[in-house]
């Protein structure tokens, strides 16, 4: 009995971390919109953009930055936890549109090459779509603090959420 009850506290306190939740919130709104993007933009339908890297928006700034601008917002943006993640989102931004970008470039040239050039025959291409421009990096980085901000402060925690919908509901 002890260790169901330890469980149900572990995952309460994991579903009530709203600067978790909402950040992965965030993420996931950047990149269902990458399926809207494609659809009026490129006027098709790929379902596969979902689970794709690269893209406009980047939906690691997304998640970087509104898991940071939750813990600001609940810690205080003076709080050492703040200072932490605001240095990882912008390591993460960085490399989005430098390192993992040269990289998708680089893979690009290497799969341009002709084939004759190999000793053995490459069963696929290399991935070219890994990277960002900074100009999907900063709408990501904006779109995590203005999904997750409003998120966090009208709604709360999923645990608190969902806490709300059953006492609404009986």
């Not at 309460?12 to 909402?22: C, I, K, P, R, V």
């Not at 936890?81 to 989102?89: D, K, N, Q």
């Not at 709604?155 to 919908?165: M, N, Q």
């Amino acid at each position: 009995m002890i260790e169901s009850a330890s469980s149900h506290a572990v995952l309460q306190e994991f579903l009530d971390n709203s600067s978790l939740a909402w950040g992965l919130v965030a993420c996931g709104t950047a990149q269902l919109s990458k399926l809207v993007i494609e659809l009026v933009v490129h006027r098709r339908w790929r379902p596969a953009v979902l689970i794709e890297t690269g893209g406009m928006p980047s939906s690691h700034s997304a998640l970087v930055t509104g898991t940071a601008a939750c813990i600001g917002w609940t810690l205080g943006f003076d709080h050492p936890l703040f200072a932490l993640a605001a240095m990882v989102s912008f390591v993460v931004m960085y490399d989005a549109s430098g390192i993992r970008r040269a990289a998708g470039t680089t893979a690009e040239r290497v799969n341009a090459l002709p084939v004759e050039l190999w000793p053995t025959a490459h069963d696929k291409p290399l991935k070219e779509s890994l990277g960002h421009s900074r100009l999907q990096v900063l709408v990501g980085s904006l779109i995590g603090p203005a999904v997750a901000l409003p998120g966090l402060v009208l709604l709360g925690s999923p645990w608190h959420l969902a806490a709300s919908l059953r006492a609404a509901l009986g």
